[in-house]
């Protein structure tokens, strides 16, 4: 059989064509948002159809599996994943899901443990006894720490800081106006405009960069994030009597080595797993295979990850930087 996870974050659109029988991933789509709170309903169905498109090629005959976030939490927000489900199905039969749920079962399967996933936005879900539950994800106004838009939001506060000398340097002051192609005063103006969420999240990879090139304040902002990362993966695990699997899973898991290691050194956790943002679709996938009763484990899950990653980085690198916001994986 032959089914494609959709992962629709608020950033990007990830699409994974996988043949069960075959145990090969066929195909992978990447294009823009579809999380229908961040966009609309008609850029979200024309994003999906393009990394579908992409993914599938030439094949007809497959079925659907589809992370949606807000899918679950409310009549609204199930009466529109489910209408945007049934218009880019194309009559082909089709399951819909959160994407929290894409993330958990990605990292844990069916097992009881915890995630935090710290992408355009951040969520902490922890499944004790079967039963999946959330803490955080608050929404970018008061929440998201830890996130891509937090760490650009964070980078964007501090530099505002540069600019009026209430600090030493203009790294940031710089970053912004190249990332943002404007005079630092008219960039910060036109982000209080428009709130661009995605924009702004897109901007975080330009933030480890620096860090990685030694910029004091970058590090410290890749390390306030790191911290809090870690502090929300001890708090889920402290509703546990027993050691739990906990994985770190989002897009900014691509700042590298010193995230990883930040939330290594601050967590009380013995072992941390670590998954890209792209990697949410297997989740998908893995849901799939469970529904129809087909077997898997974490072997296989690890087989369709190492897939993924060869064949995501044989698209076009534009492509990437435009929806990931880095151009290599």
């Known amino acids: 059989m032959r089914v494609i996870s959709i992962d629709g974050g608020a950033t990007k659109t990830l699409a994974?064509?996988?043949?069960?029988?075959?145990?090969?991933?066929?195909?992978i789509g990447v294009a823009g948002p579809s999380n229908f709170f961040s966009v609309s309903t008609e850029t979200a169905m024309d994003n999906i159809n393009k990394a579908m498109k992409m993914a599938l090629s030439n094949i007809n005959e497959y079925e659907i599996i589809m992370g949606l976030a807000g899918f679950g939490d409310s009549e609204r927000a199930n009466s529109i994943g489910l209408n945007i489900s049934k218009s880019i199905s194309h009559g082909h039969k089709f399951f819909i899901e959160n994407d929290g749920v894409f993330a958990y079962r990605l990292?844990?399967?069916?097992?009881?443990?915890?995630?935090?996933?710290?992408?355009?936005?951040?969520?902490?879900?922890?499944?004790?006894?079967?039963?999946?539950?959330?803490?955080?994800?608050?929404?970018?106004?008061a929440g998201d720490e830890g996130s891509a838009s937090w760490i650009a939001r964070r980078a964007l506060t501090i530099a505002e800081e540069q600019y009026d000398k209430l600090i030493d340097g203009d790294s940031l002051v710089k970053l912004t106006e190249e990332y943002y192609k404007n005079e630092f005063r008219q960039a910060i103006n036109n982000l209080e405009i428009e709130h661009p969420k995605r924009r702004v999240?897109?901007?975080?990879?330009?933030?480890?960069?620096?860090?990685?090139?030694?910029?004091?304040?970058?590090?410290?902002?890749?390390?306030?994030a790191a911290d809090y990362d870690a502090r929300i993966l001890n708090?889920?695990?402290?509703?546990?009597?027993?050691?739990?699997?906990?994985?770190l899973v989002g897009g900014t898991v691509l700042a590298?080595?010193?995230?990883?290691?930040?939330?290594?050194?601050?967590?009380?956790?013995?072992?941390?797993?670590?998954?890209?943002?792209y990697h949410v679709a297997v989740g998908g996938l893995i849901l799939y295979m469970n529904k129809n009763n087909i077997n898997f484990d974490y072997k296989l899950r690890?087989?369709?990850?190492?897939?993924?990653?060869?064949?995501?980085n044989e698209i076009d690198h534009r492509i990437l930087y435009e929806n990931l916001g880095v151009d290599f994986i």
Do not use: C
Not at 16 to 27: F, Q, R, W
Not at 201 to 224: C, H, Q, R, T
């Open 201 to 224: 999240a897109l901007m975080a990879p330009g933030v480890s960069k620096l860090a990685y090139s030694g910029d004091s304040i970058a590090v410290n902002i890749i390390n306030e």
């Open 302 to 312: 690890d087989k369709i990850i190492k897939d993924i990653d060869d064949k995501i």
């Open 235 to 247: 708090v889920m695990s402290k509703f546990f009597d027993h050691e739990i699997p906990v994985a």
């Open 107 to 141: 990292a844990n399967l069916f097992n009881d443990g915890a995630i935090f996933a710290p992408g355009t936005g951040s969520i902490g879900i922890y499944q004790k006894n079967g039963g999946i539950k959330r803490i955080g994800g608050w929404g970018w106004f």
């Open 256 to 277: 590298g080595d010193m995230l990883k290691n930040g939330v290594i050194k601050n967590t009380i956790l013995k072992n941390i797993s670590f998954f890209y943002g």
């Open 16 to 27: 994974v064509l996988y043949d069960t029988l075959k145990e090969e991933v066929l195909g």
